[in-house]
Nanobody, 125 residues
Framework: VQLQASGGGLVQAGGYLRLSCAAS????????VGWFRQAPGKEREFVAA????????VYADSVKGRFTSSRDNAKNTVNLEMNSLKPEDTAVYYC???????????????????WGQGTQLTVSS
């Protein structure tokens, strides 16, 4: 599956933004989709994931309660809605897909087969 992330931009602290991860080549319903981010000078870190079966979601503690991941099967897309944005959320955001079951590995970027290009989010204070 090919992935394309979009929706990044510049937003003020406290604001809202929605990222989208559009899939092509395969139906994204069959994949667990993860979101990761990489801030300047830092390693890429797990943000959120939505499992391929049932739509269960998992979030990093730093975004829990503020970010929500969901599927739009009609558009073959997974979205990441981000509320109450903070300057520390500034990063390049990536979506990734895993075709196999990765229950215990969902936070591990090595568990994902396909990656989209990143989309930049900048949160100003």
């Amino acid at each position: 599956v090919q992935l394309q992330a979009s929706g990044g931009g510049l937003v003020q602290a406290g604001g809202y933004l929605r990222l989208s991860c559009a899939a092509s080549g395969r139906t994204i319903r069959g994949y667990t989709v993860g979101w990761f981010r990489q801030a300047p000078g830092k390693e890429r870190e797990f943000v959120a994931a939505i499992f391929r079966s049932g739509g269960t979601t998992v979030y990093a503690d730093s975004v829990k309660g503020r970010f929500t991941s969901s599927r739009d099967n009609a558009k073959n897309t997974v979205n990441l809605e981000m509320n109450s944005l903070k300057p520390e959320d500034t990063a390049v955001y990536y979506c990734a897909a895993a075709s196999r079951a990765i229950l215990s590995e969902v936070r591990n970027q090595r568990a994902y087969d396909s990656w989209g290009q990143g989309t930049q989010l900048t949160v100003s204070s």
